[in-house]
């Protein structure tokens, strides 16, 4: 059973560190707690010593305590996993830069592993461009940064910022990896094509089925890339590669193809794209024009014949009419192991909404309905089936 040190920074998320802790208690763990200062501000280092049955360690030069240990050298080297629940932004901003002026930011500098950091603050401090460059240099140090949530916060602000639910958090780190070891590409938003340099042909997607289904993959444990076309939601957290037009989405899809266990194409693709780029904005000097199309490549259909007897392709249909014969059609056509399904007529769930209700066709004729679920639920939905497919394929059963 690995020992978790949890550092907890001076933010109102602090309550929901004492949850995170008990969590891990539960679970059998050993945990040990270093507060900042103005952590002590929000909780009492009580709470979490009650919690923990452990001493929560906060000055750095507490003379006479325990004059046999040298706290940040000891702890540093005795936790197996280390966790920073909430991180705020100046706490961060010092770790990102090396700076030591507190028990908890020179434990970090001991430790010699990848911290967990949960950031919690302001919607405006954490778009700041200091708080997000110290992120991003954290990620590059080979943390790992659990993105915050969207939602009210405690300042009444609305936006992201939130610190991660504990639960969430737990699940993160101790809970089930059924995806371990398994390459995942999971392709998402729309496709754009150009027309000239300011217009293009698109298609209505947020890229929130993709993401999520990228996002979930990661929690339970898979190696996941995401081929991202134009999104209106964050990647951030995820490895991505950003394309503009359906040519670039198969060309960066067929690259990985060969190391992919489960391939999960939720992009919504142009279909056609004009047959002659104009370099110079095309005037509007007639009342009427026609622009020339011709048909984009058909990724799935394309990269079909390539497609290993061990390896899963899950595809997408959204439909406006006849869902369920326009679905089996395509899962043919694209040689899919099943096809997700949804109607698009409906304006309560699919595009943009944080809710979906879809049918699933399998290959082998079966159907699984979803009814209304959040967007994270089907992607749940989606994971765990194609896993299924994957262990049966691989004889992993
Ligand atoms: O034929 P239709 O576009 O409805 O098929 C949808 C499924 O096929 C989705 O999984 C989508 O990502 C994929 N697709 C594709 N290449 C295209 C168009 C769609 O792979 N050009």
Same mark, same amino acid.
């Given at each position: 059973m690995p020992n978790y040190l949890i550092g907890v920074t001076g933010g109102i998320a602090c309550y929901k560190t004492i949850t995170l802790c008990r969590l891990l208690m539960k679970a059998g763990h050993d945990v040990r707690v270093i507060m900042t200062d103005n952590a002590c501000k929000f909780v009492t280092p009580l709470t979490f010593e009650t919690i923990t049955r452990n001493r929560a360690y906060v000055d750095e030069f507490d003379a006479g305590l325990a004059p046999d240990i040298i706290e940040h050298i000891d702890l540093a080297n005795w936790a197996?996993?280390?966790? $920073?629940?909430?991180?705020?932004?100046? =706490?961060?901003?010092?770790?990102?830069?090396?700076?030591?002026?507190?028990l908890l930011t020179s434990t970090v500098l001991v430790y010699k592993k990848p911290i967990v950091f949960s950031p919690a603050m302001n919607v405006d401090m954490y778009a700041n461009v200091a708080t997000q460059t110290n992120l991003k240099r954290l990620a590059e140090m080979g943390h790992q940064i659990i993105e915050p949530g969207v939602g009210e916060m405690a300042c009444q602000a609305e936006g992201k910022g939130r610190m991660a639910e504990p639960?969430? $958090?737990?699940?993160?780190?101790?809970?089930?990896?059924?995806?371990?070891?398994?390459?995942?590409l999971v392709t998402a938003g729309p496709t754009v094509e150009p027309i000239d340099p300011v217009r293009y042909i698109s298609n209505r997607s947020s890229g929130k089925m993709g /993401? &999520?289904? &990228?996002?979930?993959?990661?929690?339970?444990?898979?190696?996941?890339?995401?081929?991202?076309?134009?999104? =209106?939601?964050?990647?951030?957290?995820?490895?991505? /590669?950003?394309?503009?037009?359906?040519?670039?989405?198969?060309?960066?899809?067929?690259?990985?193809?060969?190391?992919?266990?489960?391939?999960?194409?939720?992009? &919504?693709?142009? %279909?056609?794209?004009? =047959?002659?780029?104009?370099?110079?904005?095309?005037?509007? *000097?007639?009342?009427?024009?026609?622009?020339?199309?011709?048909?984009?490549?058909?990724i799935l259909k394309t990269i079909a014949s390539d497609k290993d007897v061990k390896q899963v392709f899950v595809g997408f249909a959204a439909e406006s009419n006849d869902v369920r014969e326009n679905a089996l059609k395509k899962l043919d056509a694209?040689?899919?192991?099943?096809?997700?399904? *949804?109607?698009?007529?409906?304006? %309560?769930?699919?595009?943009?909404?944080?809710?979906?209700?879809?049918? $699933?066709?399998?290959?082998?004729?079966?159907?699984?309905?979803?009814?209304?679920?959040?967007?994270?639920?089907?992607?749940?939905?989606?994971?765990?089936?194609?896993?299924?497919l994957y262990k049966a394929k691989n004889g992993t059963v």
């Open positions: 197996d996993e280390f966790v $920073i629940a909430p991180a705020t932004a100046n =706490s961060m901003a010092k770790i990102a830069n090396g700076i030591a002026d507190n639960e969430e $958090i737990f699940q993160m780190l101790c809970g089930d990896m059924p995806l371990e070891g398994v390459n995942i /993401v &999520a289904i &990228a996002k979930k993959a990661m929690a339970m444990g898979a190696n996941v890339k995401v081929v991202a076309g134009p999104v =209106s939601v964050s990647l951030e957290g995820l490895n991505c /590669v950003s394309v503009q037009t359906a040519d670039e989405m198969l060309a960066a899809v067929k690259a990985d193809l060969s190391k992919v266990n489960i391939l999960i194409m939720a992009a &919504a693709v142009a %279909d056609y794209k004009v =047959s002659e780029y104009s370099d110079k904005k095309i005037k509007k *000097n007639s009342e009427n024009m026609s622009i020339e199309l011709e048909k984009n490549p058909d694209k040689n899919l192991d099943f096809i997700v399904a *949804n109607d698009i007529s409906r304006e %309560d769930i699919g595009f943009e909404t944080d809710q979906n209700e879809v049918s $699933i066709y399998f290959s082998d004729g079966t159907t699984t309905e979803s009814g209304k679920i959040e967007k994270s639920k089907v992607a749940e939905l989606i994971l765990s089936n194609a896993l299924k």
